[in-house]
């Protein structure tokens, strides 16, 4: 049966959650991209962050009912275009996650250790000049496509977002401590808009804060996305969410910061200009 509210013994189920298959295959993608990266030149290393910028910027906001195309997403962080026929708040949705990446890449210490305070910081970042009221909502809320209903009043939001802090800090994994985040986040719904978007962006700050490969989530399907975060707040059931949050991490470490590093660094590599891991 469907469950219908939110429940905190769900912290109490969530120990241990990446089978040791599941490490293996996390860890020898991370020692890729490290590899990949520890070879790359700076400034290569940095217009693949824009690359990976620009795609997650799209597929979250896409993922959000955002109707910008990749190109014109392109364009608009790169150029500063809005595309004509969009409103100005889906220009503004994905500048936003820009500006939070861009954040987050600048401080990755903050982050190392999840707080109530990061996550409100980072949805402010992501929700910024789009009418969305700052801080834990102080009302119900529903979800669409689901029964399932978040807490209800501020006073348990705050503690069941320092319970998730408590959980996840104490997970030694760090790519379990990135899944809980993500969908422990999207489970409590701390905000009134921007939670899922917010979900995504907490999940790869504790990736970067670890010199990590974040996610851009550029070829998940977005049904499929959806399906797997409600089977979470259905049945607290994480498999299809870790599969898909697997199979992005590889996604990512394949197609970013690799091809370029056989093609565009060679001009560097004469002037000794290396990135240090």
Same mark, same amino acid.
């Given at each position: 049966?469907?469950?219908?509210?939110?429940?905190? &013994?769900?912290?109490?189920?969530?120990?241990?959650?990446?089978?040791?298959? %599941?490490?293996?295959?996390?860890? +020898?993608?991370?020692?890729?991209?490290?590899?990949?990266?520890?070879?790359?030149?700076?400034?290569?290393?940095?217009?693949?962050?824009?690359?990976?910028?620009?795609?997650?910027?799209?597929?979250?906001?896409?993922? %959000?009912?955002?109707? *910008?195309?990749?190109?014109?997403?392109? +364009?608009?962080?790169?150029?500063? /275009?809005?595309?004509? &026929?969009?409103?100005?708040? /889906?220009?503004?949705?994905?500048?936003?996650?820009?500006?939070?990446?861009?954040?987050?890449?600048?401080?990755?210490?903050?982050?190392?250790?999840? #707080?109530?305070?990061?996550?409100?910081?980072?949805? %402010? @970042?992501?929700?910024?000049?789009?009418?969305?009221?700052?801080?834990?909502?102080?009302?119900?809320?529903?979800?669409? =496509?689901?029964?399932?209903?978040?807490?209800?009043?501020?006073?348990?939001?705050?503690?069941?977002?320092?319970?998730? !802090?408590?959980?996840?800090?104490?997970?030694?994994?760090?790519? +379990?401590?990135?899944?809980? +985040?993500?969908?422990?986040?999207?489970?409590? $719904?701390?905000?009134?808009?921007?939670?899922?978007?917010? #979900?995504?962006?907490? &999940?790869?700050?504790?990736?970067?804060? *670890?010199?990590? !490969?974040? @996610?851009?989530?550029?070829?998940?399907?977005?049904?499929?996305?959806?399906?797997?975060?409600?089977?979470? *707040? %259905? $049945?607290?059931?994480?498999?299809?969410?870790?599969?898909?949050?697997? =199979? $992005?991490?590889?996604?990512?470490?394949?197609?970013?910061?690799?091809?370029?590093?056989?093609?565009?660094?060679?001009?560097?590599?004469?002037?000794?200009?290396?990135?240090?891991?």
């Amino acid at each position: 049966m469907a469950q219908t509210r939110f429940d905190f &013994g769900v912290f109490d189920l969530l120990k241990n959650i990446l089978s040791e298959a %599941e490490s293996r295959q996390l860890s +020898a993608l991370d020692m890729e991209y490290r590899a990949h990266r520890k070879r790359m030149a700076p400034s290569v290393l940095q217009r693949e962050f824009e690359r990976l910028t620009i795609e997650l910027s799209w597929k979250s906001s896409r993922i %959000e009912g955002n109707t *910008y195309t990749l190109l014109e997403t392109e +364009a608009l962080i790169q150029n500063h /275009e809005a595309a004509p &026929g969009h409103k100005k708040e /889906e220009a503004t949705m994905i500048l936003n996650h820009k500006k939070a990446l861009d954040f987050i890449r600048s401080h990755p210490s903050e982050f190392k250790k999840l #707080s109530s305070r990061n996550i409100r910081e980072a949805h %402010e @970042l992501l929700t910024r000049d789009l009418k969305i009221k700052r801080g834990f909502r102080q009302s119900p809320v529903g979800i669409t =496509g689901t029964r399932y209903r978040p807490p209800d009043n501020e006073h348990q939001i705050s503690e069941a977002v320092k319970i998730m !802090c408590d959980t996840v800090n104490a997970e030694p994994d760090f790519f +379990a401590k990135a899944i809980l +985040a993500s969908l422990l986040t999207a489970y409590i $719904q701390p905000f009134e808009d921007g939670n899922k978007r917010t #979900s995504r962006m907490i &999940g790869n700050t504790i990736l970067m804060a *670890y010199r990590s !490969c974040p @996610l851009s989530y550029r070829s998940v399907n977005e049904t499929e996305y959806k399906k797997a975060v409600i089977l979470f *707040y %259905e $049945q607290n059931n994480l498999t299809y969410f870790k599969e898909l949050f697997i =199979g $992005q991490f590889e996604f990512a470490v394949r197609n970013y910061f690799v091809s370029s590093v056989r093609l565009d660094s060679r001009k560097e590599i004469s002037s000794g200009q290396w990135l240090s891991d």
